[in-house]
């Protein structure tokens, strides 16, 4: 805690055009407008996060607007790059920050480090970022699963995404989450790119029957293991399976699998525009109350912390200022009160404290006046300090229980 605000880290673990950073986006996008009747907001925390966001969406809305989407179109990061988002309740003292450090995904695969030193170096940044994060988002890229058919296809699926090294990542991740078990612990696997495979009210886009089940159940098959490796190392931390509609202009009209070298198929899926090209990104609502019940409750359990210090401060501070000084301090104690009653403690302060103009009250200063009552000041704004944070405390708190009535949608399942 630092200035009253609490920082969060987020970690990510996904290969290569998973999505990471779309995923990003549409957080922040969609946040204000999620939780405009929370009393939470999204914003960039910092001016380099502000201008990212602020590309990715010219560089979608481009895309959308020729009225088919590639999402091989998209460039992968091939910098890391640390997003500074917070949610912002509206008071004084800074709301939570959450740090999301995003990176290129074929960092992930130890071959490939093991052959470019870069990637070697930063995955040493990296890395320990991600195993002391609160949050772990895994990215599942949805097409991937879903489109596979043949035999070889589906064998090229663990391959794709990296199933072996996320489960290494969450393993040790869980490992260190339990050697600590009063911090928080949630993983979110997160399918992105699910426009195509849920149907909503009200959707006349033509894009086909409701594949949700069998998405779920196709999840399950190549990310089971890496579930049960979290389970086995932190029986106590929250998994959730959270599908997102990343863009919701979008739908998959068909999908190549092309030769890879380091795969040997890679899935690339094609998509129409529908919805005029407007996005509707869906669950993401879901995802930041995921992320608001973990974080703002690890926030109020550190507040409550911060105002009980507060509070044996102000009480060693007043027990200081009325110890017994002996007689000439006990006698300047009580020729302290007297005059902070005629010209006010601030005063008396001001008068008696080093660099003050000559006089009376300066001299006497030597002997002690004017110590007690810089030292009931000192217990008196300790006191002030940790009312101010009771308050916050309190309205945060108002925040919390609002978001935690919220019911997550039927998309969502823990695990």
């Given amino acids: 805690m630092?200035?009253?605000?609490?920082?969060?880290?987020v970690g990510l673990v996904g290969p290569s055009g998973v999505g990471k950073t779309s995923l990003i986006s549409a957080i922040f996008l969609a946040g204000q407008e999620v939780l405009a009747q929370?009393?939470?907001?999204?914003?960039?925390?910092?001016?380099?996060?502000?201008?990212?966001?602020?590309?990715?969406?010219?560089?979608?809305?481009?895309?959308?607007?020729?009225?088919?989407?590639?999402?091989d179109r998209l460039k992968a990061s091939t910098d890391p790059t640390d997003f500074r988002l917070r949610l912002d309740p509206g008071l004084a003292d800074g709301g939570i920050a959450i740090q999301v450090k995003d990176y290129p995904g074929g960092w992930l695969d130890p071959q490939f480090r093991a052959r470019n030193s870069r990637a070697r170096a930063g995955w040493e940044t990296v890395y320990p970022f991600m195993l002391r994060s609160s949050v772990l988002l895994?990215?599942?890229d949805t097409p991937t699963i879903m489109e596979a058919v043949t035999p070889r296809q589906h064998g090229a699926v663990p391959l794709?995404?990296?199933?072996?090294?996320?489960?290494?990542?969450?393993r040790?991740?869980?490992?260190?989450?339990?050697?600590?078990?009063?911090?928080?612990a949630l993983v979110i696997f997160v399918p992105v790119k699910c426009e195509t495979y849920f149907r909503h009210p009200g959707d006349d886009h033509n894009r086909g029957a409701d594949r949700s089940a069998e998405l779920?159940?196709?999840?399950?098959?190549?990310?089971g293991d890496c579930f049960a490796a979290v389970r086995s190392e932190a029986p106590n931390a929250d998994m959730l399976y959270l599908p997102v509609d990343t863009l919701g202009c979008v739908d998959r009209t068909y999908v190549?699998?092309?030769?890879d070298v380091d795969t040997g198929l890679r899935c690339q899926p094609h998509f129409r525009i529908v919805n005029h090209g407007e996005r509707d990104i869906r669950g993401v609502d879901d995802l930041l109350v995921a992320l608001c019940r973990t974080l703002a409750a690890a926030r109020t359990k550190a507040e409550e912390e911060h105002a009980r210090d507060l509070g044996e401060r102000q009480r060693s501070a007043q027990s200081y200022a009325e110890r017994d000084r002996g007689l000439v301090g006990n006698f300047f104690r009580v020729v302290d009160d007297v005059i902070t009653d005629v010209m006010g403690r601030d005063e008396l302060i001001r008068r008696t404290r080093q660099g003050a103009p000559p006089?009376?009250?300066?001299?006497?200063?030597?002997?002690?006046?004017?110590?007690?009552?810089e030292e009931k000041g000192d217990a008196e704004r300790i006191g002030h300090e940790r009312v101010r944070a009771l308050e916050a405390l309190s309205r945060l708190q108002e925040v919390i229980d609002d978001l935690a009535k919220r019911e997550y949608s039927h998309r969502v399942r823990c695990l």
């Avoid at 995404?161 to 969450?170: E, I, W």
């Avoid at 040790?172 to 911090?183: I, V």
Wanted: aromatic fraction near 8%.
């Fill in 2 to 9: 630092s200035d009253g605000r609490i920082a969060f880290d």
């Fill in 160 to 170: 794709i995404v990296r199933r072996h090294d996320t489960m290494q990542v969450l």
């Fill in 359 to 373: 006089s009376l009250l300066k001299w006497l200063a030597v002997l002690g006046l004017g110590a007690s009552a």
């Fill in 216 to 223: 779920f159940e196709r999840f399950r098959g190549v990310y």
């Fill in 138 to 140: 895994v990215p599942v």
């Fill in 38 to 71: 929370s009393g939470l907001t999204v914003v960039a925390d910092d001016d380099l996060t502000a201008a990212l966001m602020a590309q990715h969406a010219d560089v979608l809305a481009g895309l959308v607007s020729g009225g088919q989407f590639d999402s």
């Fill in 256 to 259: 190549r699998w092309p030769a």
């Fill in 172 to 184: 040790l991740w869980a490992r260190g989450r339990a050697a600590a078990p009063g911090s928080p």
